[in-house]
C-alpha cells in the first residue's frame, strides 16, 4: 500500500461528508451513545459494503441459510477510475483471509464507462438514493440519512420488510 491509510475499513460520516479511517480500537456504537450526542453514527463505505460482497456474497445472512453464496461477476464505474485502487479497495486487501467453504474472495471484472472521467466535486454528496426490482411497481426514492422515503414512509428495503418478505418465504415452503 502506497499510503498507511489505504486498504483500512472506512466509516461515512452523517449524511454524505466524506469517509474517515475505522480504528479497532474505537469503542463499539451504541444507541444512547448516539442519542445523547456522545458518539456519531458511522456507516460502512461503498466500497467497504462491496468488499464484504465480495467475500460473503450478495444474498444476506437470512438467504444463505438457503443458498450459496452469489457473487458480481462485474463492477463498473461512471467515473474517477483507478484500476488499481479500486480492486484493492473491492476485493484484493482480502486476499489473505481464510474463509470457510462455501465462501471465498471474488474478484469481479472491473470497468469504466468510457468518457465519463469527471473532476471531482468536494462537498456533500446526495442524499436520495433509488431501488427497483423486476416485480416492483415504481421506483422508490430513499432520503438516505433518514432511512425513509419521501412520504415518511418505511423503505421497502428496511429490515423490517425484509424480515417480514423473509418469514413470508419461510412459511410458503412449510406448506
Known amino acids: 500500500m502506497e499510503n ?19 480504528s479497532s480500537e474505537e469503542d463499539p456504537l451504541t444507541i444512547d451513545g448516539i442519542m445523547m ?3 456519531r453514527l458511522k456507516t460502512m463505505s461503498c466500497s467497504d459494503k462491496i468488499g464484504r460482497w465480495n467475500v460473503l456474497g450478495l444474498q444476506g445472512c437470512l438467504l444463505s441459510r438457503f443458498m450459496f453464496p452469489v457473487y ?6 461512471g467515473c474517477l477510475y483507478h484500476h488499481g485502487h479500486l480492486s484493492r479497495a473491492v476485493c484484493c486487501r482480502y486476499r489473505d483471509i481464510l474463509l470457510p467453504e462455501p465462501f471465498r474472495v471474488n474478484h469481479p471484472l472491473l470497468g469504466c464507462v468510457p ?3 469527471a473532476q471531482r466535486e468536494l462537498g456533500k454528496t446526495n442524499e436520495k438514493s433509488l431501488n ?7 421506483v422508490e426514492i430513499v432520503d438516505g440519512c433518514r432511512g425513509r422515503c ?13 424480515l417480514k418478505d423473509f418469514n413470508e418465504f419461510c412459511n410458503s415452503k412449510r406448506n
Open 4 to 22: 498507511e491509510k489505504q486498504g483500512l475499513l472506512r466509516s461515512k460520516m452523517e449524511c454524505g461528508q466524506g469517509t474517515n479511517p475505522t
Open 37 to 39: 450526542g456522545n458518539q
Open 72 to 77: 458480481m461477476s462485474s463492477l463498473t464505474l
Open 115 to 117: 468518457g465519463q472521467e
Open 132 to 138: 427497483w426490482c423486476c416485480g416492483d411497481e415504481k
Open 150 to 162: 419521501d412520504k415518511n414512509d418505511v423503505s421497502r428495503l428496511a429490515r423490517v420488510n425484509i
